[in-house]
């Protein structure tokens, strides 16, 4: 697995600082960072099979097989039948955070069906909301309803509890993934509860952020390529169904 820890730095996405120390650091082994590591090498194995290069296959194979025994093992929480955030120094973070969801996303995933089902339960029970994600569970101690204020008080609030809708993309192709067209209708109105947004904070745009609870106000950058991609990307998948 991959570990990353720099003294006072933010080395995952979640990388706001406030008096120059990171808000939410997530030091040690981050669970998307490698949920993402297995997925490239498992990308990079099916590209070496399908070309006949077996060198490769047999230098990388091991590995792959190595990533998917550790994480389960490192990630994954026995006790509340889903993933842990992140791992320091054999600590497990139980904050309930959407970067589980990479590890239940995308192609290549180290986790079975019964475990993908949980994770996305969980998920919806506690991030989801009709704008996107929240990036903090709200039964945390931590938690940040509203993205608002100096840019002080901002940045506390950036991961903490705040709305991206970049992340519905992750969670309607995983909920595609196990449910698959039977899941059509809800998957569209995570696209739907957008549309009201197309004529508020930037015309035509969907901000980058919002409150992490009712009324969930459109806040941050009032145009923001992820949040309008992944909801380009919603509606291709629903398409295909």
Same mark, same amino acid.
């Given at each position: 697995?991959?570990?990353?820890?720099? !003294?006072?730095?933010?080395?995952?996405? @979640?990388?706001? =600082?406030? &008096? +120059?120390? !990171?808000?939410?650091?997530? !030091? +040690? =082994?981050?669970?998307?960072?490698?949920?993402?590591?297995?997925?490239?090498?498992?990308?990079?194995?099916?590209?070496?099979?399908?070309?006949?290069?077996?060198?490769?296959?047999? &230098?990388? @194979?091991?590995?792959?097989?190595?990533?998917?025994?550790?994480?389960?093992?490192?990630?994954? &929480?026995?006790?509340?039948?889903?993933?842990?955030?992140?791992?320091?120094?054999?600590? !497990?973070?139980?904050?309930v955070r959407p970067n589980i969801l990479l590890a239940v996303s995308m192609k290549y995933t180290p986790l079975n069906e019964e475990q993908i089902k949980a994770v996305l339960d969980q998920v919806k029970q506690e991030l989801l909301v009709p704008k996107g994600i929240r990036s903090l569970s709200p039964r945390s101690k931590d938690f940040k309803p509203t993205y608002e204020g100096a840019h002080h008080t901002r940045d506390l609030a950036y991961h903490q509890g705040t709305v991206w809708p970049w992340l519905t993309g992750h969670f309607a192709e995983a909920w595609l993934r196990i449910y698959g067209a039977s899941s059509a209708h809800f998957r569209a109105t995570l696209v739907q509860n957008f549309e009201e947004d197309l004529m508020e904070h930037g015309v035509g745009m969907i901000s980058e952020v919002y409150d992490g609870n009712p009324p969930y106000r459109p806040c941050g950058a009032i145009s923001f390529a992820s949040s309008v991609g992944e909801l380009l990307r919603i509606k291709y998948l629903l398409s295909k169904y």
């Open positions: 697995l991959i570990h990353t820890f720099l !003294p006072g730095k933010a080395l995952t996405w @979640m990388d706001s =600082y406030v &008096d +120059g120390k !990171p808000v939410t650091q997530r !030091p +040690g =082994y981050a669970v998307e960072i490698n949920a993402l590591w297995y997925h490239a090498i498992s990308f990079a194995l099916e590209g070496a099979k399908a070309n006949k290069d077996n060198e490769f296959v047999e &230098d990388w @194979m091991d590995l792959k097989t190595q990533i998917e025994a550790n994480f389960e093992h490192t990630f994954w &929480d026995d006790q509340n039948n889903t993933l842990f955030d992140h791992v320091f120094d054999g600590i !497990p973070n139980k904050e």
